[in-house]
């Protein structure tokens, strides 16, 4: 006989149920989750699973799992549907003939070969087979059988989340991959994390910093962490307006294509960068963008404006929009889904987000923004969730697929952003568009991470700003 799981319940066979030739089966697919969880639990973190160059040695054809994630499956079915609830599991002998890889399905069976009426052992034949009908482990498990009908709702298990920063900050530098280093002007990198961050960009031939500030207190500073400032060159200034201003000036004579914060107040640098008289102003209005990587959210995510302007008019929000998507086309999205954020998603008289959101959704339709499709006004969670969008009735391409989401303003816009980076653990790059360069504008606060994600969307904007020239 062959015995089906119920969905509600865990109920297992006592010993006196069990027939020789009983079977039960059991179908889990491997997810890149599992894998991660696996060796979180485990702690068998073998670089075999993750080497890309043995991955592809024609044996594995991608990321595999472990084989005790295999072998767990045979627990499982013991343990929760045959035999069930009070199986005791005595010994088990296991051959593994091929790797499971991520998105294979393996159907479990184990099979009822001999009783022990003595002493209530059962053994099982166990296999398990993936989608092509492939055998993956074959073996056999002694066990004891439960004495007495066990009979348990089913428990709900919780979802898991692994967020790995770290994982998405290399995928997120591979984007830069094959392009030369970008020189960058490092604006007084006078505390630990902002000449970490330069120095970690430059180890990942993103940038070949030029450290403005003195000299005397950046050479303590790595002297202290133990930094190796190497060849890098440093520019002696007396403090950090002489730092901003002169970054400035490099930029103006073509010695650098970037500029990053270090550990001066944003208001110095931008009040350099920003002068009308010797400062790096174009045509365009200057607008920040925290571009976010958030693991709940199935896409990269853009927050504009949040650091720049703060109570940005109807005019200031086209620039703010369309330097958000030209940065979007930069990066690899060719049609970005904009989103223009309100407390509501109607039109409002009394909420002049709302009256702006319409407005800017009509000018994008005219042609006066250009390259993305534009929706608003839109609550926050209509603009990110489909469910929430369906379930209030808004018909909408941009409607829980934001690429861009555009703030009221720097209050509402700040808030967001630093609860994602906070709350949900997302990596966060800051970067200032609008200016002749782009420019890192992160938080004092902010870690080498996120200095050197912001590094990596400062290249890929210096690149296109080159290819741009050689173009014209």
Known sequence: MHFETSLDYLESRPYDEISVGDSASLVRTLRPEDVKLFALMSGDMNPALANTEFRHSGLFRDFIAHDMWSASLLSTILGTQFPGPGTVLIESTLHFSRPVTIGDTITVTVTIRQKFDHNHHIVLDCACVNQDGMLVVSGSAEVLAPAEKIKTKRTVMPEITISDKYARLQVLVARAAGLAPIDMAVVHPCDRESLRGALLAAEANLIDPFLIGPEQK???????????????????????????????????????????????????????????????????????????????????????????????????????????????????????????????????????????????????????????????????????????????????????????????????????????????????????????????????????????????????????????????
């Open 218 to 472: 950046i050479r303590a500073v790595a002297e202290e962490n133990g930094f190796d400032l190497g060849s890098h060159r440093i520019v002696n200034v007396k403090h950090s307006h002489d730092a901003a201003a002169m970054a400035v000036t490099l930029v103006r004579s073509g010695d650098v294509e970037a500029l990053m914060k270090g550990s001066l107040h944003t208001d110095e640098l931008m009040a350099e960068v920003i002068s009308r008289a010797a400062g790096l102003r174009t045509e365009r209005r200057i607008s920040h963008v925290f571009l976010m990587d958030v693991p709940t959210y199935p896409r990269p995510i853009m927050i504009t404006d949040a650091a720049i302007n703060i109570l940005p008019t109807l005019q200031e929000k086209v620039d703010i929009i369309q330097n958000a998507i030209d940065l979007a086309h930069i990066i690899g999205t060719p049609e970005p889904k904009v989103a223009i954020l309100s407390a509501v998603e109607t039109v409002n008289p009394k909420i002049q987000s709302t009256l702006d959101a319409a407005a800017l959704c009509k000018m994008a339709d005219r042609g006066q923004i250009k390259g993305g499709l534009l929706d608003g006004p839109l609550a926050f969670d209509n603009a990110v969730s489909i469910v929430a969008a369906k379930t209030k009735g808004i018909n909408s391409a941009v409607a829980g697929r934001a690429d861009i989401l555009v703030v009221p303003d720097l209050e509402s816009g700040n808030m967001i952003a630093k609860q994602l980076e906070y709350l949900a653990n997302a990596l966060s790059a800051g970067i200032v568009l609008g200016a002749r360069v782009p420019i890192v504008l992160t938080s004092r606060a902010d870690t080498a991470e996120t200095r050197i994600a912001s590094c990596v969307i400062a290249a890929l904007i210096a690149h296109a700003n080159r290819a741009k020239q050689q173009a014209g």
